[in-house]
């Protein structure tokens, strides 16, 4: 599998898990498929803000 491939197997179920949350009347699952799209993005922002915190630093750095 090319990586085109992976991806579009990824999003398709994504979608299918968000469908299924709507069908599937139960709690568990709407919260299972809930944490599978906060804890990247929350991952997402602790990148970002560490990336930021390192080209802060590397400013000041350049400046001594």
């Not at 999003?11 to 709690?27: K, N, T």
């Not at 799209?37 to 001594?64: Q, R, T």
């Amino acid at each position: 599998m090319n990586k085109k491939t992976i991806i579009i197997v990824s999003i398709l179920v994504f979608w299918l898990l968000i469908l299924g949350s709507y069908f599937i009347d139960s709690e568990i699952y709407t919260e299972i498929v809930l944490w599978i799209f906060v804890i990247p993005a929350i991952l997402s922002v602790i990148y970002l803000l560490f990336m930021l915190y390192v080209g802060i630093k590397s400013l000041f750095d350049k400046k001594k």
